[in-house]
């Protein structure tokens, strides 16, 4: 088992949180990960990417270059990138809240009306990434759900304890998708 992974948001969105998550969560499962991330030129609010590899054997090649297999696109500037990053055969979630879906051949893909299940579940549109990734783990079971929980309740539990309710329930919102 291999995913190649993209995760794309504006900034403040949480992609690179997600990468955190991912990668937290394969350790824990004994999986080998592998991340890298990219950014804006700006300083604040641009874009940025993150691309996770997880697998289950070594990991030879560190570079995912249009042959993803599982993508979440959290804004609309940074969708074409992450369909560009997208290989055939590949499933993209992206937040249908905001992104307008573009068809593409042999590609996959799943509207998660990701900010407005954020605000019903947790109260606040923030907690759209893990509403995304909680729709990526249903639909692929690339990771288990209870393993992202923990990694969720250690993860930021601990950081900002507040938060902790509002964010498991945008998860387990992303999970019902």
Avoid: W
Avoid at 21 to 39: E, F, H, P, R, S
Avoid at 97 to 124: F, M, R
């Amino acid at each position: 088992m291999q995913f190649k992974c993209v995760f794309s948001g504006s900034g403040g969105q949480g992609s690179a949180l997600i990468a955190k998550l991912v990668c937290q969560a394969g350790i824990a499962d004994n999986l080998k990960v592998l991340m890298t991330q990219t950014y804006g030129i700006e300083q604040r609010g641009g874009d940025s990417t993150a691309f996770v590899i997880i697998s289950d054997a070594p990991i030879g090649n560190p570079l995912v270059e249009g042959d993803a297999n599982l993508g979440i696109a959290l804004s609309p500037s940074t969708y074409d990138l992450c369909l560009a990053n997208m290989g055939p055969g590949g499933r993209l979630f992206y937040n249908s809240s905001l992104i307008t879906e573009k068809p593409v051949p042999d590609l996959e893909q799943t509207a998660v009306a990701a900010s407005d299940l954020a605000i019903s579940a947790g109260g606040s549109p923030r907690g759209l990434n893990l509403v995304m990734l909680g729709a990526a783990v249903a639909g692929t079971g690339f990771l288990k759900k209870e393993t992202v929980e923990k990694v969720l309740t250690d993860s930021l539990g601990h950081k900002k304890p507040e938060l902790l309710e509002s964010n498991l329930a945008s998860f387990k919102a992303g999970l019902a998708v």
